[in-house]
């Protein structure tokens, strides 16, 4: 018998399984981008720049197993830390679930397919030319994009994860990334 009801929907974060807890995880690269913290406000801006293990094509960490190692800001994401950042995108799987909302139909989750993420335009393939090493810090603030904050049209359509589609944790296609803690921008 199928659930009625996918986990996404059934459990909080912190009761989620490693496998499930995992599996949120859309893929889409954007908590991978180089942010900058205004400090007198706190205010956060996403750059184009990716972190310097970010794939831009697969839009995966190329080491995740050691990426806490290799930068030292990468955040590993949690419950608890998911609650305490805020500057999860909008459309981050780990984000939807914590506030109560479902996974939209582009979710590998939803649609069964890692490259539905891609399609919908959520994915930061296609829009990151460098990596942190090939920007000076000065040329950050240059760089600073809104669209990792946006969800476009096509990937608004429907009823978000309303679709058929198989709902099963083993839908996983790849590790999780983690997030990368935005730098002080004086
Ligand atoms: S953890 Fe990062 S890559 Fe995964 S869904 Fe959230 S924003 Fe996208
Ligand atoms: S998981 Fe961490 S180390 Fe890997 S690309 Fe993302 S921010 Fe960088």
């Known amino acids: ?12 974060l912190e009761e989620m399984n490693q496998t499930e807890w995992e599996s949120l995880c859309d893929g889409c690269g954007r ?11 706190e205010d956060i801006y996403f750059t184009d720049v990716g972190c310097r293990l970010l794939d831009t094509g697969t839009c995966r960490c190329r080491d995740y197993r ?3 190692e290799r930068v030292d800001d990468c955040v590993r994401l949690t419950p608890e830390t998911v609650a305490e950042i805020g500057w999860l995108p909008p459309t981050c799987g780990y984000r939807l679930v914590a506030e109560g909302k479902d996974l939209y139909w582009w979710h590998p ?13 959520i994915s930061v393939r296609g829009r990151v030319e460098d ?4 920007v000076p810090a000065d040329a950050l603030e240059r760089r600073i994009v809104d669209w990792p904050l946006r969800i476009p049209k096509r990937a608004r359509k429907g009823n978000p994860g309303q679709d ?4 099963t944790a083993e839908n996983r296609t790849g590790t999780p990334a983690g997030a990368r803690l935005p730098r002080k921008n004086r």
């Open 131 to 134: 990596l942190e090493d090939d």
């Open 31 to 41: 908590c991978c981008l180089v942010k900058l913290e205004e400090e007198e406000t």
């Open 164 to 167: 058929e589609g198989r709902r």
């Open 1 to 12: 018998m199928v659930d009625a009801v996918p986990f996404w929907r059934a459990k909080r």
């Open 66 to 68: 050691h990426r806490t």
């Open 109 to 121: 989750l939803v649609s069964g397919d890692p490259e539905t993420v891609h399609q919908a335009g």
